[in-house]
């Protein structure tokens, strides 16, 4: 499937989801829905915010890209595929004439949009459609996630006692933009910033004996998670256990996360886990992550997720204990489980009740 036949495909879902709602027309703005409809497109120019520099307004007869004259060029030449969106520019010192043009496009039916603009419904509804992945979109996501742990995984290994939490993820940045990647989460802790923050924004503190990466990588619009940790000699016993702690949660969570399952059955088989490992309130100090897709996290779980999984869904789960943490980016299959972020070239820990490999400390 090429990209004019994907994106057919998913103005065909669109236009669906139109007919059911008896919307006369969707305006989509954001940054994820402008990748997901274009099958990989980018409408940023800041990576910041959620909106895209320009909109896609889809109606029963047409998907028009609507963008400031700074911008359609370059959208036209590299960033839609071919055949299935027209073009119309404003001029970019006269914002107004944007709702002007949606509504000439759209007449007088109601319309919907996945951002907040007056006379817009809420699009809520379009967010289900891009949570099923195409089968292009998997092998989209399988390139990504093996790109992304590998950058993670090499930066490890090259890593040097002393070195800044800075270096570290500058490193990762590089190689992620060689691989036409964008780290929008590059978070790095070391030593007694693990502990500290769950969260670690990366310092000029250097590392004496433990390194905890973590990458969000997007690409295409699709993101996957992936975190590991270094040590500099043979680590504490404590952090041993908490590591495989963490190891055995998450490995109960991937293998939970099946097709007609609900979020919140995983979720309640990650608070056994805690349980049972020795840290029963350790979930309540961080998100114990959820699915994934076009954005880092589409929906969070939680005891009160209603949600209930597919097939063919991103998933990325983080269990955290302090001082701790494993994450993967996985995807759902009524088979066996399939970690889409696993090389083979990590060491790993068999863990869960199954024997899942899940990622074990990388001792240098």
Not at 28 to 57: D, M, R
Not at 81 to 94: A, D, L, Q, S
Not at 338 to 353: F, I, N, R
């Amino acid at each position: 499937m090429n990209r004019t036949q994907e994106s057919t495909a998913k103005l065909r879902s669109a236009r669906g989801w139109l007919v059911e709602t008896g919307l006369g027309g969707v305006v989509l703005g954001s940054q994820a829905n402008f990748a997901w409809i274009t099958a990989g497109g980018h409408n940023h120019v800041a990576i910041s915010g959620e909106a895209g520099v320009c909109s896609v307004v889809i109606t029963a007869g047409g998907a028009t890209v609507v963008t400031p004259n700074i911008e359609g060029r370059r959208l036209t030449d590299e960033e839609l595929p071919r055949g299935c969106f027209e073009v119309v520019e404003f001029p970019w010192h006269r914002p107004e004439r944007k709702a002007e043009i949606v509504r000439e496009l759209v007449g007088n039916g109601r319309v919907a949009g996945d951002l907040a603009a007056a006379g817009q419904e809420p699009a809520a509804g379009i967010v289900d459609l891009r949570r099923v992945l195409l089968p292009a979109e998997v092998e989209r996501y399988r390139d990504l996630a093996q790109d992304a742990a590998s950058i993670v995984e090499s930066a490890c290994r090259t890593a040097v006692p002393r070195e800044s939490e800075l270096d570290m993820a500058a490193r990762v940045a590089a190689s992620c933009y060689e691989k036409n990647i964008v780290p929008v989460v590059n978070l790095v802790a070391a030593d007694e910033r693990i502990e500290s923050y769950r969260h670690p924004i990366p310092t000029a503190n250097r590392v004496d004996r433990t390194m905890l990466v973590a990458l969000t990588a997007r690409r295409h619009g699709l993101h996957a998670s992936v975190t590991r940790t270094l040590c500099f000699g043979e680590p504490a016993e404590e952090q041993k256990r908490r590591h495989l702690a963490c190891a055995r949660i998450d490995a109960c969570m991937i293998l939970a996360s099946r097709p007609g399952t609900g979020l919140a059955e995983v979720f309640a088989a990650a608070v056994d886990g805690y349980t049972a490992e020795g840290f029963p309130g350790e979930w309540k100090l961080h998100h114990q992550g959820g699915l994934t897709g076009y954005a880092g996290r589409e929906i969070k779980g939680t005891p009160d997720s209603d949600y209930v999984l597919q097939e063919n869904q991103a998933l990325a789960w983080n269990p955290s204990i302090t001082g701790a943490k494993s994450e993967d980016t996985i995807l759902t299959t009524g088979r066996e489980v399939e970690v889409l972020t696993s090389t083979g070239h990590w060491p790993t820990v068999e863990a869960g009740p199954e024997g899942l490999p899940r990622p074990d400390l990388l001792i240098r």
